[in-house]
């Protein structure tokens, strides 16, 4: 019983075993399954080396690559065949220059640790001693915020009562120049403009006459009377 038992159980997972085998076959290499189960199936061949009879480039023969004749290839040979490979183990090694190159890259890319945390600790400071720049520079203009917004306004106040001040003028100019024409005269016309360079000249000279006689009349008063000496 036991044994018809096992004759079965080893059938079943023979047609098991086969059917997957022909649905690996009858797949498609585009279907995932069938991908999966070929790369699962994928065998790379073994590098089989020749360590009786090595290929060793002649390095001074002109056929030989020159990729072929530089020291990395020497290692990668050395590394392939060993001693079979007739490469000198101490060639391997950089040589000084090399040797400062790589030691100059180190630094370059991988700093100590010390000089990695002095690196931090300097850009931090950096950035304590702008933060702290702007802040004074902000608590600054805070303090003149009052000054400047005063400012402001009377600045505003100002050119409002300069533009009042041009509209009354030029509203004077052109009644001022209606009565003298007799009809109304555009603002832009030569006559107008005429009207206007002449009255701005006798305000000139008026501005100007009332200076010197300010200027004469300083000169004609009397000398103010020095205080009197204090008695010793």
């Known amino acids: 019983m036991a044994a018809s038992m096992l004759v079965q159980r080893t059938a079943a997972l023979c047609g098991t075993l086969k059917g997957a085998s022909l649905s690996k076959a009858i797949l498609p290499v585009n279907c995932r399954c069938g991908f999966v189960l070929q790369t699962a199936s994928y065998n790379p061949k073994r590098l089989w080396l020749n360590l009786r009879d090595p290929y060793i480039p002649d390095k001074d023969s002109d056929k030989t690559p020159e990729w072929q004749k530089t020291s990395r290839y020497d290692r990668k040979l050395f590394g392939r065949y060993g001693s079979a490979s007739g490469v000198p183990p101490a060639s391997l090694w950089p040589s000084s220059e090399e040797l400062e190159k790589i030691i100059a890259e180190e630094k370059e890319w991988h700093p100590p640790l010390e000089v990695m945390l002095k690196k931090i600790e300097a850009r931090q400071q950096e950035e304590t001693e702008k933060r702290l720049a702007k802040e004074k520079l902000i608590a600054a203009n805070m303090a003149k915020m009052p000054k400047m917004v005063e400012d ?81």
């Open 152 to 232: 402001w306004r009377r600045e505003k106040r100002e050119a409002k009562q300069k533009l009042k001040e041009e509209k009354e003028r030029k509203a004077k100019l052109l009644a001022e120049a209606q009565e003298r024409f007799g009809y109304k005269v555009d603002p832009r016309s030569p006559k107008f403009l005429e009207m206007v360079a002449e009255i701005e000249k006798e305000e000139k000279k008026k501005r100007k006459l009332l200076k010197r006689r300010q200027k004469e009349a300083q000169a004609a008063a009397p000398p103010a009377a020095a205080p009197p000496a204090a008695q010793p």
